[in-house]
């Protein structure tokens, strides 16, 4: 009698270029069509049946572990489907990956079945397809639904219950934050912004306003939301406004840029810089207020960057100022005699500053 050695095995080998089809809403007959044109199929003796047979399986696959992929960690210890650790990563990396235009465009709506039903015309609008919108949409929702009411630090949080990456973590953090706070980002002054202006500022606002900076006193809070103490501390800059400390104020930026500034950028900081300052220390006040704050990217583009843009302030002149305002408003006496008035004024314009210069026109 003849001895036979057999070995079973149910490792799944993941195709990551059908899963990368699957992703983007190509159908099996459709990826099938696309593959096709990457490989012949003579060399390798295969028909367009077996080809399409082959994706069919995989996207059998792909439909069997996306349950899991609603809810990453259980990829770690189910049973179901052998993977290793670099694979698991990388289905739970590619499955949470979005396009760029598609969540610019989800940005400022409320993430409910109302706005998903909006996702035909976002899928328009973008040229990706709904299917892949739809799964974009969800994992956002999906997301946000998961880390709202959750304490502690929001990017992990979503590292803890989605597995992402730090980067991709940040981006859906942004993504929450933004959508917690209903930031308005959908006005058409605003279309020249990309998702990464957006999430830059956000991660800003993050780590600077909201419960997980590192001035606040209760870092337990929810990160979702901004700091409601720092919020009503931001009325003390108030002070600013009054002609004595404007007219101080003023006369401190002139000396600080007579040698860096152009003489015309200088001359229409000094015509401008009472309603200037007005405005950058109002949106800080209003921030305490839901629909003051809502419209902070409306109000800084309307009511700074559109002026300096009139004017052809450059990014660098744009930077030379809000960089010297913060700094010399610290000279004033109502500053050096009260530290407390420092602390809040550092923190709003080290998240101020940045996000101006990011949405200042390239």
Same mark, same amino acid.
């Given at each position: 009698?003849?001895?036979?050695?057999?070995?079973?095995?149910?490792?799944?080998?993941?195709?990551?270029?059908?899963?990368?089809?699957?992703?983007?809403?190509?159908?099996?007959? +459709? =990826?099938?069509?696309?593959?096709?044109?990457?490989?012949?199929?003579?060399?390798?003796?295969?028909?367009?049946?077996?080809?399409?047979?082959?994706?069919?399986?995989?996207? @059998?696959?792909?439909? !069997?572990?996306?349950?899991?992929?609603?809810?990453?960690? @259980?990829?770690?210890?189910?049973?179901?489907?052998?993977?290793?650790?670099?694979?698991?990563?990388?289905?739970?990396?590619?499955?949470? &990956?979005? #396009?760029?235009?598609?969540?610019?465009? %989800?940005? !400022?709506?409320?993430?409910?079945?109302?706005?998903?039903?909006?996702?035909?015309?976002?899928? +328009?609008?973008?040229?990706?397809?709904? $299917?892949?919108?739809?799964?974009?949409? #969800?994992?956002?929702? $999906?997301?946000?639904?998961?880390?709202?009411?959750?304490?502690?630090?929001?990017?992990?949080?979503?590292?803890?219950?989605?597995?992402?990456?730090?980067?991709? /973590?940040?981006?859906?953090? /942004?993504?929450?934050?933004?959508?917690?706070?209903?930031?308005?980002?959908?006005?058409?002054?605003?279309?020249?912004?990309?998702?990464?202006?957006? /999430?830059?500022? =956000?991660?800003?606002?993050?780590?600077?306003?909201?419960?997980?900076?590192?001035?606040?006193?209760?870092?337990?809070?929810? #990160?979702?939301?901004?700091?409601?103490?720092?919020?009503?501390?931001?009325?003390?800059?108030?002070?600013?406004?009054?002609?004595?400390?404007?007219?101080?104020? *003023?006369?401190?930026?002139? @000396? /600080?840029?007579?040698?860096?500034?152009?003489?015309?950028?200088?001359?229409?900081?000094?015509?401008?810089?009472? &309603?200037? &300052?007005?405005? %950058?220390?109002?949106?800080?006040?209003?921030?305490?207020?839901?629909?003051?704050?809502?419209?902070?990217?409306?109000?800084?583009?309307?009511?700074? %960057?559109?002026?300096?843009?009139?004017?052809?302030?450059?990014?660098?002149?744009?930077?030379?100022?809000? &960089?010297?305002? *913060?700094?010399?408003?610290?000279?004033? #006496?109502?500053?050096?005699?009260?530290? *407390?008035?420092? *602390?809040?004024?550092?923190?709003?314009?080290?998240?101020?500053?940045?996000?101006?210069?990011?949405?200042?026109?390239?």
């Amino acid at each position: 009698m003849n001895e036979v050695e057999v070995f079973v095995g149910n490792c799944c080998a993941i195709n990551f270029d059908n899963f990368d089809l699957w992703l983007k809403g190509y159908s099996a007959s +459709e =990826a099938t069509m696309l593959e096709q044109k990457k490989i012949n199929l003579k060399t390798y003796g295969i028909t367009m049946e077996d080809l399409h047979s082959d994706i069919v399986d995989h996207y @059998r696959l792909f439909v !069997g572990l996306e349950e899991m992929l609603k809810t990453p960690p @259980r990829l770690g210890y189910q049973t179901v489907y052998q993977l290793d650790g670099d694979t698991t990563s990388l289905l739970i990396q590619k499955y949470y &990956s979005f #396009d760029a235009p598609v969540i610019r465009e %989800i940005f !400022g709506r409320k993430l409910n079945s109302r706005s998903r039903k909006d996702l035909d015309d976002i899928s +328009e609008e973008t040229g990706v397809s709904v $299917r892949s919108c739809r799964r974009q949409f #969800d994992n956002a929702k $999906r997301v946000f639904k998961t880390v709202e009411e959750l304490r502690g630090r929001l990017v992990d949080n979503i590292q803890l219950h989605f597995c992402l990456k730090e980067s991709l /973590a940040k981006d859906y953090a /942004a993504i929450v934050f933004i959508s917690n706070n209903r930031f308005e980002t959908g006005k058409k002054k605003l279309n020249y912004m990309t998702f990464a202006d957006f /999430a830059a500022c =956000a991660n800003h606002m993050i780590s600077n306003w909201s419960y997980s900076s590192e001035d606040c006193q209760d870092h337990e809070d929810m #990160d979702v939301d901004m700091d409601r103490d720092f919020l009503l501390d931001l009325r003390e800059v108030k002070v600013l406004t009054e002609r004595d400390y404007v007219e101080e104020h *003023k006369g401190l930026m002139l @000396r /600080a840029l007579q040698q860096s500034m152009n003489e015309k950028v200088l001359t229409e900081m000094d015509s401008n810089f009472r &309603s200037v &300052s007005k405005i %950058i220390i109002t949106i800080a006040y209003g921030l305490n207020h839901s629909k003051e704050s809502r419209d902070i990217f409306i109000d800084i583009y309307e009511k700074l %960057i559109e002026p300096w843009v009139q004017m052809l302030w450059s990014k660098s002149d744009v930077q030379l100022f809000l &960089s010297s305002f *913060k700094d010399t408003a610290q000279q004033l #006496d109502v500053f050096r005699s009260s530290p *407390k008035l420092v *602390k809040v004024w550092e923190r709003y314009m080290q998240t101020f500053c940045p996000c101006v210069l990011q949405m200042y026109p390239r």
